[in-house]
Structure formats: structure tokens, C-alpha cells
């Protein structure tokens, strides 16, 4: 690893909150590639499950967005946190409000904030906590960058087996354009930000080119040899597949709900920001169905 920038960066502490996610372990895999170990502070629920951030000698210490005397522990020291946002939805915005103050405590120089693309005029059901944690942000005195992430292609190409073996890929968003990107891309946008001298406030992140459902049904089509259509069902119908197919009712709402969204145009974006940020085009579709198909 090539850690001649050490001096330029002298002693900065980049904690990570929620690093043993998969966002979260991307994100440190990137700092690590010219950011030493030491400087690096994984926060996490559970550290005992981030045995193998510890073995690359990364800090690992508790921080529960419950427990606001784990997150004075978790960013003491702290020059820069990135805030990944809660996964529990409807919790968000008292846990993200004990994160923001934790480091005003702290007096943190940079708090980034991982948000949804186009927050403020989203009409996403899962925006408004973001908007919110936005709003406590811009009133918080801190210096801060907010992170809005697109979608990720990943929350598409996990049913793709399914989609296999089932003959048929099933979705509500007609042909809604989404802008995806891989969460490696947004954990490189991530990085990118944390590492900036002169960061920006905001950013708008998402993928640079489009796709619609039917093109990833053609896409998965292509690379497996079989022809898998796209059926575009009604929001409540296509909750109910999800749900009758064990997902969680939060997340069947989600993905339902977003999809919906997405025939109107919420997740799409063609600002280029993104590529822009990590100094590469963003990974294509064909790339990331490949990828799923030989997991």
C-alpha cells in the first residue's frame, strides 16, 4: 500500500460510521489503499463482528446511534466523520440528530452525510428522513458534505437469480430511467470527499448513464442465454410478490414504492457529478449483471 501521503496528511482521524455494513466496508477498503490503518476508525454496533477491519489494523470501536456516550467514545480524536445513514427507517432522524451532536462535541472539522439523491424534491417515502437530517446539518455549525447517493444497481441485480430461475423480472417502475452506480462507486465518491481539501456542501451522485427495467431484463437476457422479460405490475401488486417472496414488509415497501417512483422520473439524473468526483466513468450495467451472475 502506498502511504507516501502520510505527512501531507499528518495525524487525520477519518471515523466511518456503520463500516461493518456493505457500504460502510467498501468505504474503509478504499481509504486504505493510501490512508494508513491507524488513521482509520471503524464505528460499529457490534465490534466483535469487525474482527477483520481490526486484523488490518483499523481502530474498531462501538458506536450505536442509540447511545450517544458510545459515539463520544467512537469519535474522540476525530478530525473528519462520515455519517452512513441508519438502515432503520423511521429511526432515523433522533439517531442521526445523536450522531450530528456527538460530533459538535467532538468538534469534528468535517461531518459527511451519505443522503438520497435529489433530497429536497424527492418524492421518495424514505426522503423525508434525509431531508430532515439535511436540515439539522445546515443548522449545526459544523462543517459538512452531504452525499446524495443514487441508487445502487445492486438492489436490482440481488433478485436477478431469482428473476433466472423464475423466467420473468418483475418491477413496477414501466420505463422509468435510473441512474445507477455500484456501491464501490459511491464508496469512491465517499473517499474522494473525505480526503478533499476544499469539499463541496453538496453533492448530487449517480450513475452516468440510465437504464430502465426492461433494459436490465434485455441486459440479464443477453449474458444468460435465455430469454427473461421485463413485467411491469401495479406498486401493491408487486409489494405483495415481495412480500409473499420473505422479504421484510419495510423493505417490500421500499422497493416497491421506489419503483413507482422511478417511472416518474425520482432516480434519475444526468449531472455527471459522480464520474466527475472519482475521476472514472461509473461502472456500466453489463459490468454489474456479470458480476451478479457469477457470485
Not at 452506480?181 to 448530487?204: C, F, G, I, K
Request: glycine share 10%.
Amino acid at each position: 500500500m502506498n502511504y507516501s501521503n502520510r505527512e501531507l496528511k499528518g495525524n487525520t482521524m477519518i471515523v466511518i460510521t456503520g463500516a461493518n455494513g456493505q457500504l460502510g466496508r467498501l468505504i474503509i477498503a478504499e481509504l486504505l489503499k493510501n490512508t494508513p490503518p491507524a488513521a482509520i476508525v471503524a464505528a460499529v454496533r457490534d465490534p466483535a463482528k469487525a474482527a477483520s477491519l481490526a486484523a488490518l489494523g483499523v481502530q474498531v470501536r462501538k458506536a450505536d446511534y442509540n447511545e450517544p456516550a458510545t459515539l463520544d467514545a467512537a469519535f474522540a480524536g476525530a478530525d473528519k466523520v462520515l455519517l452512513i445513514s441508519s438502515s432503520e427507517i423511521g429511526q432515523r432522524l433522533p439517531q442521526h440528530r445523536n450522531v450530528i451532536d456527538a460530533a459538535k462535541r467532538a468538534g469534528v472539522g468535517l461531518l459527511a452525510y451519505t443522503s438520497v439523491l435529489h433530497a429536497d424534491s424527492s418524492p421518495l417515502a424514505l426522503a423525508g428522513e434525509h431531508r430532515a437530517t439535511e436540515e439539522l446539518l445546515r443548522a449545526s455549525g459544523l462543517r459538512y458534505s452531504v452525499l446524495r447517493n443514487g441508487w445502487y444497481y445492486e438492489n436490482y441485480t440481488a433478485g436477478l437469480g431469482g428473476a433466472l430461475a423464475h423466467g420473468v423480472l418483475l418491477g413496477s417502475a414501466q420505463g422509468g430511467r435510473i441512474s445507477g452506480a455500484t456501491r464501490a462507486d459511491y464508496a469512491a465518491a465517499a473517499v474522494a470527499v473525505l480526503n478533499s481539501a476544499a469539499p463541496e456542501p453538496l453533492y448530487e451522485l449517480a450513475g452516468d448513464h440510465g437504464f430502465s427495467l426492461p433494459d436490465l431484463a434485455a441486459e440479464l437476457s443477453r449474458q444468460a442465454g435465455k430469454e427473461v422479460p421485463y413485467k411491469d405490475l401495479p406498486e401493491a401488486e408487486y409489494r405483495a410478490v415481495l412480500l409473499g417472496a420473505g422479504l421484510p414488509e419495510w423493505l417490500a415497501s421500499l422497493l416497491s414504492e421506489s419503483d413507482a417512483c422511478a417511472a416518474r422520473g425520482a432516480l434519475e439524473d444526468n449531472s455527471g457529478t459522480l464520474s466527475r468526483l472519482i475521476g472514472r466513468p461509473t461502472t456500466p450495467l453489463s459490468d454489474a449483471v456479470r458480476a451478479a451472475l457469477t457470485k
